[in-house]
């Protein structure tokens, strides 16, 4: 019998029959079992009704992306079937639910298992437990110790002890099922390394990265894929005193979190693209009266509500270039579950810093598929607040000349009081300003007031102590491969999978969206025969932004700028590897033809 390193499995039926909580248990099964893990989630806008499926990678070594292939596909309905049997290959397992009579096409290269889960569910206890037979059955063709499977379930049962035990009892006999009718299968999962890791999806890691920065006030209003933040928060913030507020719509919800701003406490909304595109204005609000604010984007299939439960990165002008009027700001994109922790306690450092609002870009992959997370270090955040003034260096202004909140400094970051500090007073509005804080539009103070916003923020992440990138591959390679948030899992499988063919690839992901990393991009795309820029939308919006920015830097330098080309997805699934090795060759093949 043959040991596999990695191993792909699925569930699938319709929404509303357990099809998550069945992939939660083999996951979380699996991650005790010292497996890194990455699940990708397939539902519909709908509560109940629609196809949904589940989709696991388990590995023996970190994996961080979804693929074309299965090894195990459990079908609790012929649509499962029919949707998905085209990513089985040979040696393959297709379980069935005998309920339906499963029609397996001709072309199926899997052996098909058929088992009354429904019958046997009923006849132990009742159908619903149809999902945990099927675990019975998983459980014995991957070779995995039933006896966690049974932790697992004493464990999310635990204050109903009777339902733990029937579960067990059904457990156990899909697993005997599997064993008296399925001949010792072809291959097996190799052990794991017992190491005990977190499992956990970037929304979580998010609100726990909030908590640990010092986050005390969040706004939000529900919305697929980043309601998870909230209710997170909702569970963690009140434990050190924080609130959390369920508003009536996002724009009550990000002015509730300027006003939490101006106050001096640490706030954050988090919304999705409907959302972004809702508190424009108030973004604008917090760039001009410099406020403190740090806004996570969880982005999503658009325009308007688009499709919501579905793979997309199309926010990125509306995150850069959104709110009427000039405005400055910072974008971070993490790319990873571990990213989303510490680049969001990070944000919380540069809002305060910089006195300006800061997105945490993430996408819907990145948000809800849960991942094997190594331990995060609460130790390695820091909480910087910025320039704050004391109430002697109120005083001594106040002495001088008046106070002056928004004074123009060669930096451009102008010290603030928080509310109640003796003679602090000012009028933070949304109306231009004098550096009193008093409305005033003489032309001369304008462009001073415009020009102090604008200079303090640096134009390279690496006078802020970010790096813009994250890079993998040689020093100057011939094909450079470019992208944002969980397309590097994708990008980094077929980075290797190309080297392994002889291919000179590097890759490297942006990691601050603004300022973009210019000069990091500039040094590695100069270097590079060709640039694939990966999007997940339908314009190519990261490729628009690096051929003008960074093929602008290169050309007023002198060098030549790369063959640029722009790779697209926007049909509401995440790249696959396979996808992008594709492109790869195809490109570099019709460059050499040429």
């Known amino acids: 019998m043959r040991e596999r390193q990695l191993v792909s499995w699925k569930i699938g039926g319709e929404q ?3 099809i998550d909580s069945t992939g939660e248990m083999l996951a979380t099964v699996c991650n005790r079992l010292g497996y890194y893990i990455y699940g ?19 590995s023996t070594e970190p994996v961080a992306s979804t693929s074309a292939d299965l090894d195990v596909l459990v079908a609790i309905d012929q649509e499962t079937i029919d949707k998905n049997y085209h990513e089985l290959t040979p040696g393959s397992y297709l379980v069935a639910d005998s309920r339906f009579n499963p029609e397996v096409p001709e072309d199926c290269p899997a052996t098909l298992i058929s088992v009354p889960m429904t019958q046997i569910a009923q006849e132990l206890g009742s159908a619903v437990m149809r999902n945990t037979v099927s675990l019975g059955v998983s459980a014995y063709i991957l070779g995995l110790p039933i006896d966690e499977f049974k932790k697992a379930l004493e464990q999310r049962f635990a204050r109903r002890p009777e339902l733990a035990e029937q579960n067990i009892k059904v457990l156990e006999a899909g697993y005997e099922y599997a064993k008296e009718n399925l001949a010792d299968p072809e291959w097996r999962l190799a052990a794991g390394d017992g190491k005990s890791r977190l499992l956990m999806m970037g929304n979580e890691a998010v609100a726990l990265g909030a908590a640990a920065a010092g986050c005390r006030f969040s706004a939000a209003y529900p919305i697929t894929p980043a309601s998870e933040v909230m209710e997170n928060l909702m569970s963690i913030l009140p434990r050190f005193g924080g609130v959390v507020v369920q508003a009536e719509d996002e724009i009550a919800a990000i002015t509730a979190c300027i006003g939490a701003g101006f106050a001096g406490a640490r706030a954050m909304t988090a919304t999705s693209g409907p959302g972004i595109s809702l508190m424009q204005e108030a973004i604008g609000l917090a760039h001009v009266a410099e406020i403190p604010l740090v806004i996570v984007d969880t982005q999503r299939g658009g325009p308007s509500t688009g499709m919501p439960t579905k793979q997309e990165q199309s926010d990125l002008w509306a995150i850069l270039y959104g709110s009427h009027g000039d405005t400055v700001r910072i974008a971070l994109a993490p ?19 910089y006195q300006c609002p800061v997105f945490v870009v993430t996408d819907l992959s990145l948000s809800l598929n849960k991942q094997t997370v190594e331990d995060l270090d609460i130790k390695k955040i820091t909480i910087d607040r910025g320039e704050l003034l004391t109430d002697e260096e109120i005083a001594a202004q106040a002495e001088e000349d008046g106070f002056r909140r928004y004074r123009v400094t060669e930096s451009g970051i102008s010290p603030r009081p928080l509310p109640g500090q003796p003679k602090g007073q000012y009028l933070a509005t949304g109306v231009e300003h004098n550096e009193f804080g008093k409305v005033s539009e003489d032309p001369k103070n304008r462009v001073a007031m415009m020009d102090k916003r604008q ?23 011939d094909l450079l491969l470019i992208g944002i948030g969980s397309t590097y899992g994708p990008i980094d499988d077929a980075r290797r999978a190309l080297a392994a063919e002889g291919l000179s690839v590097g890759h490297a992901h942006v990691r601050v969206l603004a300022p973009l ?16 820029v990966v999007d997940n939308n339908q314009n190519g919006q990261l490729f628009q932004l690096i ?15 790369p063959l640029m080309h722009s790779v697209r997805k926007y049909n509401g699934t995440p790249f696959l590897p396979e996808e992008i090795v594709a492109e790869a060759k195809e490109v570099t093949q019709v460059a050499e033809a040429s």
């Open 16 to 18: 509303g029959q357990g």
């Open 547 to 561: 051929d003008y920015k960074v093929g602008k830097a290169l050309r007023e330098a002198g060098v030549d700028v």
């Open 335 to 353: 790319s990873s579950v571990e990213e989303s922790f510490y680049d969001t306690a990070a944000a919380f450092n540069l809002a305060d810093k």
């Open 517 to 532: 990393p210019v000069g990091e991009l500039s040094e590695l795309m100069g270097k590079a025969t060709h640039v694939i």
């Open 455 to 477: 200079r303090k923020i640096p134009t390279d992440p690496r006078e802020m102590g970010l790096s813009g990138i994250k890079y993998n591959g040689p020093e100057a390679p």
């Open 40 to 58: 990708y989630r397939q539902f519909s806008s709908r509560i109940k009704g629609g196809h949904s499926n589940y989709k696991i990678r388990i």
